[in-house]
């Protein structure tokens, strides 16, 4: 257990639907990243937050959006869903925003789009 | 973007034989991380080499960087059946904090 925790483990939806995936870093820690993983992209990183403020931004669509709050839980949203959204969402945390600190993921969110 | 470039996809070894996997990059990595995925699960970070021609060694795990620090491997002596899973390298992006991955090699291991 990485003390990250992302609800809900799994989620189906359709195309065109909206849909929030939600975080919770571990203990103490301010930073929090999500990535996606898909089978034709691997792991992709989307976007970064520290301490409630955004820090890095990767690959992240524009009908894709994310905030941290004021306790530090995140929230990844997903708008206009298309098939190809279809992937697995990890979350993760970790004390700083540097890449001295280490990187503890969730065990991820089961995204389908039909 | 800086890609990573991770080889072979695939590898299937008997119990007790070695593995290693290899990451490249055309340009030079920042710092380099490897993860563990088993199967079903999420990333868990192993290791970070940082110098140039760093060596480091988990019990059976062997993590080098590369001397232009292009390339990375991981090598696993005598596999056993609890090293299945995918391993990933990462780049770790310089001064903000984004890990560029590699496809990842997947090992299965015949007991």
Same mark, same amino acid.
């Given at each position: ?22 975080? /919770?870093?571990?203990? !103490? *820690?301010?930073?929090? =990243?999500?990535?996606?993983? @898909? ?7 989307? +976007? ?31 708008? /206009?869903?298309?098939? !190809? *959204?279809?992937?697995? =969402?990890?979350?993760?945390? @970790? ?7 280490? +990187? ?11 | ?111």
């Amino acid at each position: 257990d990485s003390g990250v925790t992302q609800t809900p483990k799994h989620l189906i939806t359709a195309t065109g639907q909206r849909v929030t995936l939600r975080c /919770s870093p571990r203990s !103490g *820690d301010l930073s929090v =990243y999500w990535y996606q993983q @898909s089978l034709d992209q691997g792991l992709q990183f989307l +976007i970064q937050y520290y301490n409630g403020e955004e820090r890095a931004k990767g690959n992240i669509l524009e009908r894709f959006s994310a905030q941290q709050f004021p306790d530090l839980h995140s929230e990844l949203n997903l708008s /206009s869903l298309e098939l !190809g *959204d279809s992937a697995l =969402y990890f979350c993760a945390s @970790s004390v700083g925003w540097s890449s001295g600190n280490t +990187i503890y993921f969730g065990e991820g969110s089961w995204l389908t789009v039909v | 973007g800086q890609q990573v470039m991770q080889i072979p996809q695939y590898q299937h070894v008997q119990e007790g034989e070695d593995f290693t996997t290899y990451c490249n990059s055309s340009t030079t990595l920042s710092n380099i991380q490897w993860y563990k995925q088993r199967p079903g699960g999420h990333p868990v970070f192993l290791i970070q080499l940082v110098k140039s021609g760093e060596v480091k060694k988990q019990k059976r795990l062997t993590f080098q960087f590369g001397e232009a620090k292009k390339n990375s491997s991981l090598h696993i002596t005598a596999t056993q059946t609890t090293d299945v899973g995918t391993y990933f390298c990462a780049d770790s992006g310089g001064s903000n904090y984004k890990l560029t991955f590699g496809k990842g090699t997947l090992l299965t291991v015949n007991p």
